[in-house]
């Protein structure tokens, strides 16, 4: 059963990130808005649609993603360049539904990293 994200958690960061991806046939840039956590200098979402997520496919193509944090679309914020990977580190899997859990009350699917570029 999902749980009531912590009044600290829905508090202290922005609710969402936003990422572009490159179209793994289109090759056109997509962007989506998606509930993220950050986790040991990373940043970690999920997929509820696992590998189907058209977001997933493109990463799996073309792992550079650009990035950023904030809590409208419409913010003028700076993009940062990053990568995306699959996770399957059943601990850090763990960790980051944990997380997911208590900033947002929900953490199923299949979680993603964005790391950023150094």
Request: glycine share 6%; charged share 30%.
């Amino acid at each position: 059963m999902p749980r009531t994200p912590s009044k600290e958690a829905r508090m202290t960061e922005p609710k969402f990130l936003y990422l572009i991806t490159t179209g793994h046939r289109s090759g056109k840039p997509h962007e989506i808005e998606i509930w993220f956590v950050e986790h040991q200098g990373r940043y970690y979402i999920i997929s509820e649609k696992r590998e189907a997520a058209h977001w997933v496919r493109n990463i799996r193509a073309d792992a550079a993603i650009r990035y950023r944090l904030g809590d409208t679309m419409s913010e003028d914020a700076r993009w940062l360049a990053g990568s995306g990977s699959v996770s399957t580190d059943d601990d850090l899997i763990a960790a980051v539904k944990a997380k997911m859990d208590a900033k947002h009350g929900w953490s199923k699917g299949l979680v993603v990293e964005i790391a950023p570029l150094a």
